[in-house]
Every structure is written in C-alpha cells, then in structure tokens.
C-alpha cells in the first residue's frame, strides 16, 4: 500500500464543495512540502497545487489546498462535471530518500 | 512553451532492457530537476527516480533500484532511463515529468511511453 493514504473514492453534486485527505507522517507531509495532482480520464495528471497551499498559473480559485501536522487536504468548490477525475497528493519522504505519492481518489461529481 | 515527449517504450521480454528518452523544450533543462513516474494499468501513480539538475545526485524506487539508472544529457535538453532486469511488474505508461517531488512539485508533464513486459 500507498505511504500516503487518501480515501479511494468521493462524491458530490454539481456546486457542492468537497475535500480529499492524504495523511502521512513525519517523514514525508509533516516536513516536506505536498502536491496535488489531477488526472483526467486518458491524460497525463496536470499539478494542481504546490508548496502545500499555491496554485499554479491557469488553475482555478476553486481549487485550495492546505496542511496541518500529518495530513493534507485538497478542497475544491463550485464542483463541475468538468472535475470528474482521479487526484493525487504527492512528496517526499527524507526517512526513504523517495518520492511518494497516495493511492489516489477518485472524484465522482453526481 | 514546456514540451516533454518520451519514447523508447513498448514490447521486451522478462528480463530485457530498454531505454526510455525524454526530450525537453521551452525551458532551461539544465537548471531543472527531472523526475520519471509510472502508471501500471489500471492503478495508481508510482515515482520511479529522479535526479538534480547537474545529475550528480540520483534517487531511486526500492522497486528499481540496481536495475534502472537515470541520466540526462544537458547538452542535448534529454532525460534518460535505463531499464534492466526488466519484470512483468514494471508494465507500465512511463512519464517524464519536470521538477522534484521535495520541492515546486511536477509542474509538466509528458504524454507517456507504454512498456510492457511480458513473453
């Protein structure tokens, strides 16, 4: 299993607000900083957000990420069937000297 | 703009070798660290390797380590990897990515190479 653990799977309707976990520990969110990432049906996944909590040029403002102690969270707003995907937080872990990414969540947006 | 386009993929037998490429443009490759991550079917996403800027540090998966060697060639804006000793389990789309997982994170990305292992 995933050294980053996120929930397989969440869902919302059109509008709504959801938010996606990724829990770690001290060797990898607690002193490094997350990313998120999203991937659409047969495309490569884009970042989403960096730096735990900054977006890059072209993403959205509904799109916010933030961090607390062993666990990040990706939340976005004002749900559109566009953001049906699966997303991915990401980082370092320095214990393993590696890269780590979590299962993945897909986002189901009814 | 930043393009990334991988190749080298496709067929090879259990316990074959391959090398993948990665050509990079619209950026200074030179002063970016580069990353490899893999998508076995169906299934989630996997960092494989990365390595700094000037290459001389390198860091690998535990599921590839001593089999797979990356490498860039600076003066040709090309990212490499080695694979050998390859196994069914490393079937595979391969994507080159920009950036670290320790810093700004993967900010591009390529369209992938497929590697299938299997006889």
């Known amino acids: 299993q995933s050294v980053l653990t996120q929930p397989p799977s969440v869902s919302a309707a059109p509008g709504q607000k959801v938010t996606i976990s990724c829990s770690g520990s001290?060797?990898?969110?607690?002193?490094?900083?997350v990313s998120w990432y999203q991937q659409l049906p047969g495309t490569p996944p884009k970042l989403l957000i960096y730096?735990?909590?900054k977006r890059p040029s072209g993403i959205p403002d509904r799109f916010s990420g933030s961090k607390s102690g062993t666990s990040a969270i990706l939340g976005i707003t004002g749900l559109q069937t566009g953001d049906e995907a699966d997303y991915y937080c990401?980082?370092?872990?320095?214990?393993?000297?590696?890269?780590?990414f979590g299962g993945g969540t897909k986002l189901t947006v009814l | 703009e930043v393009q990334l386009v991988e190749s080298g993929g496709g067929l090879v037998q259990p316990g074959g070798s391959l090398r993948l490429s990665c050509a990079a443009s619209?950026?200074?490759?030179?002063?970016?660290?580069m990353t490899w991550v893999r998508q076995a079917p169906g299934k989630g996403l996997e960092w494989v390797s990365s390595?700094?800027?000037?290459?001389?540090?390198?860091y690998y998966a535990d599921s590839v380590q001593g089999r797979f060697t990356i490498s860039r060639d600076n003066s040709k804006n090309t990212l490499y990897l080695q694979m050998n000793s390859l196994r069914a389990e490393d079937t595979a789309v391969y994507y080159c990515?920009?950036?670290?997982?320790?810093?700004?994170?993967?900010?591009?990305w390529g369209q992938g190479t497929l590697v299938s292992v299997s006889s």
């Open positions: 990515a920009k950036g670290g997982m320790s810093s700004s994170g993967l900010d591009y």
């Open positions: 619209g950026f200074t490759f030179s002063s970016s660290a």
């Open positions: 390595l700094i800027s000037s290459g001389t540090s390198t």
């Open positions: 001290s060797s990898n969110v607690v002193n490094n900083y």
């Open positions: 990401g980082t370092w872990d320095s214990s393993l000297s590696a890269g780590v």
């Open positions: 730096e735990n909590n």
